[in-house]
């Protein structure tokens, strides 16, 4: 049994053949690597994520419609001047979402 396995180890295109490999697929794998940059400790870090963009300018019509709906929901919700930013704002979000057809 041994003697069938080494015959059959011996051929050219034998996958558990000792000898070394000289498969195109080994090259390309060897070169594909080769590129990786290697992880050693003078590695550079990365540079930082870029900043974001600053949001688009908002238009008059916006400016004048979300001053309308501030003094529009300041007259009309009892508790606006106790409220928080944040109750205030999603009140305000609430609001021109619904005169703009979102949902």
């Known amino acids: 049994m041994s003697e069938l396995i080494r015959r059959v180890n011996s051929q050219p295109n034998s996958p558990f053949a000792n000898g070394p490999s000289y498969s195109p697929l080994m090259k390309s794998s060897r ?3 080769s590129r990786i940059a290697p992880l050693h400790p003078n590695r550079r870090t990365p540079p930082p994520p870029l900043p974001r963009p600053p949001p688009p ?25 106790c409220m928080t930013d944040e109750e205030r ?4 979000r609430a609001r021109i979402d619904a005169e703009l057809g979102y949902e």
């Open 57 to 81: 300018k908002k238009s008059k019509k916006q400016i004048e419609m979300e001053e309308r709906i501030e003094e529009e929901l300041s007259e009309t919700v009892e508790g606006w001047s």
């Open 31 to 33: 070169t594909m690597l």
């Open 89 to 92: 704002r999603n009140l305000r």
